[in-house]
């Protein structure tokens, strides 16, 4: 049974997983196109973190950057023997659902160009593209989108 609540980044299964991910987005894109939090970054203040876990074994996690007027999806991933399993789309619902409850009118995102999976789940929860918000830049490695809540 795969279950999905609040943990601590730096848990050894959410640590592994999270540097999984950095040294995939690494291989991907180049250093200024990489805006992922690392584990520090996710243990601040105003950083909700959850992961799926299958007993011991992490097989997901996500977190929510709360913003002022909006959340911020950050750090969506997946391990990738888990993907299929709808682990991705649980964890998009848990951060929706926690941005309503702040609330928040809106979740934002950026994500990688050329990741066609992210993109088509993201589209499927109602977000749509959008410009750079934040602190972003406009950047053919990025891909901005946002959804409103109410």
Do not use: Q, W
Request: hydrophobic residues 45%; charged residues 20%.
């Amino acid at each position: 049974m795969i279950d999905i609540a609040p943990a601590d980044p730096r848990d050894p299964g959410c640590a592994a997983l999270l540097g999984e991910s950095h040294a995939l987005m690494t291989s991907l894109f180049p250093a200024e196109a990489n805006h992922y939090l690392d584990i520090d970054a996710l243990c601040r203040p105003g950083i909700r973190f959850f992961a799926a876990t299958d007993g011991t074994t992490t097989l997901g996690t996500a977190a929510l950057a709360l913003k002022p007027g909006y959340g911020e999806v950050k750090s969506m991933f997946v391990a990738a023997p888990a993907r299929g399993n709808n682990i991705a789309r649980r964890l998009l619902e848990t951060l929706e659902a926690e941005a309503r409850a702040a609330p928040l009118p809106l979740l934002r995102l950026e994500t990688g160009s050329g990741l066609e999976a992210a993109h088509r789940l993201y589209r499927a929860f109602g977000f749509i593209e959008i410009g750079p918000f934040g602190d972003y830049v406009e950047s053919p490695y990025s891909l901005f989108m946002e959804k409103r809540l109410n």
